[in-house]
C-alpha cells in the first residue's frame, strides 16, 4: 500500500506540472456552463483531485480525496467508458443512484483518462448543481479531445523525467571511453532537446487553440505533439538499449559467427526477400564473445546494408574474412593472450558514405543528410562500435558516395 500512495503522489505532481489543463478546465466550465471541473487521479482504493476549477464551492481542492465507491470515476474506471448526464431527476439510470444523491448534482459529464500503454489513470469530469445541454457532438468531441490531450502530456511529463534520468545516467558510462564522453554534450543539447523544444513550441500553441475553441487545429496540434513524444521515447529507449551494453554480468563464450549469420539473415529474411539482395558469406571463424551483442553488430551492419541499398543496381552484400598475425593499428587493440585477430568485412554496393560524414557515423544519433528520411535513429553503428570496444577488437569504414560502403570489423582470433 505505501508503493501505491508514492506512486500516485508521483503521478499528481505530474498533472500539477502540465499548465495546459487549468486552460483545459476554463475551457470546459465555460463551454458547458457548468461550475466545477477536475482531473481526477482514479484507482481502486482511491479517487484524488489532482487539478480543480471550483465555482459552485464544491469544497474539493488539489490533493483532496473522495470515497472513490462513491463515485461515478469508479464505475468509469471499470469499464472505460464516458458518463453523460445532462438532468439526473429525467434520466432512468441516475435518477436514483447513489452518487448524484449524495454530492447533491443534476448534470455531470466525465470521460476516462486512457494512458499510451493503455492503463487507466483516471478521468477528466465537470460538474453542477443545475442541468446542462451536454449530449451533442461539439462538447463530447472536446471532452474527448481533452482527455487524449491530458494523456498525450502525461506522457511528455514522463519523457522529460526519463530523457534526464537517461543522460545523467549515460553521462557517467560514458566517462569510461574518451571518445563516447565527447557525444555526451550534443545527445543532451541537441539530440533531446530538439523534440523537447518542439513540443513544448506545440503546447503552447496548443492552449491557444484550446481558448478559442478551434477543436481541429487543436487536434493536428495534439498529433504533432504525440508524433515528438514518440521521437522521443524511440530516442530514450536506444539510450536505454545503448547503456545495457555496458553490463558488467555478460560473459563470454564460444560463438560460432557463421550460426550468428544465418540468424541475422532469418530476422532480416522480410528485407532481404523485399529488395532481392543477393548475400554472399564466407565461412566464418569461431571467436570469444557475448553472443547476443555480437548478434545485434552483424545484424545492424547487414540491415544498413540492405537499407541503404542503390535502387538502380540489385544489393548485393559480401561477407568476407581473412586472419591477421598481429593487430594493423599497433597498440589500439588490447593486448592480451590472442594468437592473432580475425578481419571480417561487410561489403555492398548500395548509396554509399559521404566522406565528410565518416568521422561521424558511429556517432550515437549520427545521421547523413542523405539518410534522415530512412528508417532508423542514427543507433545502430554506435552499437556496433560500442560492441567492438566490449570485445577488445576495432571497427572502420571505407566508403565512396554512390559507390557502396564496407565496413571492417576486427576481433582477437581464439
Known amino acids: 500500500m505505501i508503493h501505491k500512495e508514492v506512486d500516485l503522489s508521483r503521478d499528481i505532481e505530474r498533472v500539477k506540472q502540465i499548465p495546459i489543463i487549468a486552460t483545459l478546465l476554463d475551457v470546459v466550465c465555460q463551454t458547458t456552463g457548468m461550475g466545477f471541473a477536475a482531473v481526477a487521479r482514479v484507482t481502486e482504493e482511491r479517487w484524488i483531485a489532482c487539478i480543480v476549477r ?3 464551492q464544491f469544497g474539493l481542492v488539489p490533493g483532496g480525496e473522495l ?20 438532468h439526473v431527476q429525467e434520466s432512468d439510470v441516475y435518477t436514483n443512484h447513489h452518487t448524484p444523491l449524495q454530492y447533491g448534482f443534476q448534470s455531470y459529464i466525465s470521460f ?14 465537470a460538474i453542477d448543481p443545475n442541468p446542462a445541454q451536454l449530449n451533442n457532438s461539439k462538447i463530447t468531441g472536446m471532452f474527448s479531445l481533452f482527455a487524449d490531450l491530458i494523456s498525450f502530456h502525461l506522457q511528455q511529463v ?15 558510462q560514458l566517462t569510461n571511453s574518451q571518445d563516447e564522453n565527447r557525444q555526451y554534450q550534443p545527445i543532451s543539447n541537441h539530440n533531446l532537446q530538439e523534440p523537447l523544444r518542439k513540443l513544448r513550441i506545440f503546447s503552447e500553441m496548443l492552449i491557444d487553440a484550446t481558448e478559442k475553441t478551434d477543436i481541429d487545429q487543436a487536434r493536428n496540434l495534439a498529433l504533432k505533439i504525440n508524433s515528438n513524444a514518440q521521437k522521443v521515447s524511440m530516442m ?7 547503456s545495457v551494453l555496458d553490463d558488467e554480468e555478460a560473459f563470454f563464450e564460444q560463438v560460432n559467427l557463421n550460426k550468428i549469420i544465418a540468424d541475422v539473415c532469418t530476422r532480416l529474411s522480410p528485407q532481404l526477400k523485399a529488395k532481392n539482395v543477393t548475400l554472399q558469406v564466407d565461412e566464418l571463424p569461431l571467436v570469444n564473445g557475448i553472443p547476443l551483442q555480437l548478434e ?21 552484400v559480401t561477407i568476407s574474412c581473412s586472419t591477421l598475425p598481429h593487430s594493423p593499428l599497433n597498440d589500439a587493440l588490447r593486448a592480451g593472450k590472442q594468437s592473432g585477430f580475425v578481419e571480417i568485412q561487410i561489403k555492398d554496393n548500395g548509396v554509399g558514405i559521404e ?60
Do not use: M, W
Open 236 to 242: 530514450i529507449k536506444a539510450l536505454s538499449g545503448f
Open 112 to 125: 476516462p483518462i486512457i494512458l499510451k500503454n493503455g492503463e487507466f489513470f483516471g478521468t477528466l469530469c
Open 158 to 172: 514522463e519523457l522529460l523525467e526519463q530523457s534526464h534520468d537517461t543522460v545523467q545516467n549515460l553521462s557517467q
Open 355 to 414: 566522406k565528410s560524414q565518416l568521422e561521424k557515423i558511429f556517432d550515437i544519433f549520427s545521421q547523413g543528410p542523405y539518410n534522415k528520411a530512412l528508417a532508423g535513429g542514427g543507433v545502430g553503428l554506435a552499437y556496433c562500435r560500442k560492441i567492438i570496444r566490449n570485445h577488445s577488437g576495432l571497427i572502420k569504414a571505407q566508403s565512396e558516395f554512390g559507390k557502396g560502403a564496407t565496413f571492417t570489423v576486427i576481433l582477437p582470433a581464439i
Open 67 to 86: 470515497q472513490v465507491e462513491s463515485t461515478v470515476c469508479n464505475e468509469i474506471r471499470a469499464h472505460h467508458q464516458a458518463v453523460i448526464i445532462d
Open 296 to 316: 545485434q553488430l552483424f545484424y545492424h551492419l547487414v540491415n544498413n546494408a540492405v537499407t541503404f541499398s542503390n535502387k538502380n543496381a540489385t544489393p548485393v
Open 54 to 56: 471550483d465555482e459552485i
